[in-house]
T-cell receptor, first 114, second 116 residues
Framework: DAKTTQPPSMDCAEGRAANLPCNHS???????VYWYRQIHSQGPQYIIH???NNETNEMASLIITEDRKSSTLILPHATLRDTAVYYC???????????????FGDGTTLTVKP | GAVVSQHPSRVICKSGTSVKIECRSL??????MFWYRQFPKQSLMLMAT?????????EQGVEKDKFLINHASLTLSTLTVTSAHPEDSSFYIC????????????FGQGTRLTVV
């Protein structure tokens, strides 16, 4: 799996958009970008994933650069409950049996402030 | 959506005893589950892959005789920490995924183990 680099921490004002960057310059053509978050003392929660096109769901948007060497997770209207550690993970398109296997980096601690 | 549940969520045990942690997939069958360990202020580290009906696969540096994994059914994997010591105190998390390609992983809520 490709290595990812994320800033260790970020702050965001409540109600504003939170933009979390991730660098994955060694990503291969068959590797996807996944984002998870972990709220304190809980298991990680899936947010979104993509290959090369931008993706959006009810939680967030994922913007992947054209060269796929970096991506940005966007939480459009951050709330206090979005305070968590956000992990960017790059991995190949496993068959489902191995989808639970991920290499976690240090992630970005996002603090949403009132 | 799919749910993976762990039990117990928190356990305290005496040094030298064994502790069993259960991981269940509640609305899907999981032929493979994964066990992670997370120390305070650190990221998740993969410990082992639990395979239904066969032996688990352990990551380098993880003692298979200390962390016993049993995956006897398609919805249940158990992790037993044997002869626990204070240094085994950690947050243990399991994960699994639903059938399909490029699916996301679902994680249990985690088990906080404290060995005293």
């Amino acid at each position: 799996d490709a290595k990812t680099t994320q800033p260790p921490s970020m702050d965001c004002a409540e109600g504003r958009a939170a933009n979390l960057p991730c660098n994955h310059s060694t990503i291969s053509g068959n590797e996807y970008v996944y984002w998870y978050r972990q709220i304190h003392s809980q298991g990680p929660q899936y947010i979104i994933h993509g290959l090369k096109n931008n993706e959006t769901n009810e939680m967030a948007s994922l913007i992947i650069t054209e060269d796929r060497k970096s991506s940005t997770l966007i939480l459009p209207h951050a709330t206090l409950r979005d305070t968590a550690v956000y992990y960017c993970i790059v991995r190949v398109a496993f068959a489902y049996t191995n989808a639970g296997k991920s290499t976690f980096g240090d992630g970005t601690t996002l603090t949403v402030k009132p | 959506g799919a749910v993976v549940s762990q039990h117990p969520s928190r356990v305290i045990c005496k040094s030298g005893t064994s502790v069993k942690i259960e991981c269940r997939s509640l609305d899907f069958q999981a032929t493979t589950m994964f066990w992670y360990r997370q120390f305070p202020k650190q990221s998740l580290m993969l410990m082992a892959t639990s395979n239904e009906g066969s032996k688990a696969t352990y990551e380098q540096g993880v003692e298979k005789d200390k962390f016993l994994i049993n995956h006897a059914s398609l919805t249940l994997s158990t992790l037993t920490v044997t002869s626990a010591h204070p240094e085994d105190s950690s947050f243990y998390i399991c994960s699994a995924s639903k059938p399909g390609k490029n699916t996301e992983a679902f994680f249990g809520q985690g088990t906080r183990l404290t060995v005293v």
